[in-house]
């Protein structure tokens, strides 16, 4: 992997794409895409964490941005959560979506970038250390 005197744009440019990582109860899936936007998959593979995916869905998307090599993600839909409801009467009701767009304005996820190429990355979050590898 590279050292870590890239600027934060180039650690921008070098997330760009798809990647794929897994945490201790997590596989996840991950695409940055250049409009600084991103789509994110995240499977729970803990049994005792399989009610939390059917009540925030998989699925999530966002924005994206790197400052002081810190990668920050800011939650903004969760189109396949089950708080996304279609009401026969009203027009599709998306709670899940408005709460995660509240809740991002006091939580963003944030993983410090400690290795970056074209290939791999390192990223650390407060507790753990996270390896993911480019997929396309």
């Avoid at 939390?52 to 959560?81: A, M, Y």
């Avoid at 709460?99 to 753990?128: G, M, Q």
């Amino acid at each position: 992997m590279s050292n870590m005197n890239l600027s934060d744009t180039e650690i921008e440019m070098l997330l760009i794409g798809k990647w794929r990582f897994n945490t201790n109860w997590e596989k996840n899936s991950i695409e940055f895409k250049d409009n600084m936007t991103y789509e994110q998959t995240r499977i729970q593979t803990f049994l005792l964490s399989k009610p939390r995916e059917f009540i925030t869905g998989n699925k999530f998307t966002g924005v994206w941005h790197v400052n002081d090599r810190r990668l920050c993600l800011i939650v903004k839909t969760v189109p396949k959560s089950f708080f996304n409801l279609q009401i026969l009467i009203l027009s599709r009701v998306n709670l899940a979506d408005m709460i995660a767009s509240i809740y991002s304005i006091f939580v963003t996820e944030n993983y410090e970038v400690i290795e970056i190429d074209k290939l791999k990355f390192l990223i650390s979050d407060k507790n753990h250390r996270i390896a993911g590898i480019k997929i396309n």
